[in-house]
């Protein structure tokens, strides 16, 4: 079986976009900077196994808490 390197490439820029997209999303509360995570998780997805556990990361972070920003 040959594996056709345009496609190969196609699914790496879509699964790209699609781990930035779910990287911002789920960084919003969790994190100072959402899009620099968003940024990160498009860069790591390069690698697809490298992106999924970014994801998994941020999925089991913990959510900043508003009274901690005011407090300092």
């Given at each position: 079986?040959?594996?056709?390197?345009?496609?190969?490439?196609?699914?790496?820029?879509?699964?790209?976009v699609v781990v930035a997209v779910l990287s911002y999303w789920l960084a919003r509360g969790k994190v100072k900077y959402p899009w620099l995570?968003?940024?990160?998780?498009f860069v790591l997805s390069i690698m697809p196994a490298a992106g999924v556990v970014y994801l998994?990361?941020?999925?089991?972070?913990?959510?900043?808490?508003?009274?901690?920003?005011?407090?300092?």
């Open positions: 079986m040959d594996i056709n390197i345009t496609l190969l490439g196609q699914f790496i820029a879509v699964f790209a995570a968003a940024v990160l998780g998994v990361i941020l999925l089991f972070k913990k959510q900043e808490s508003v009274l901690t920003e005011k407090a300092k």
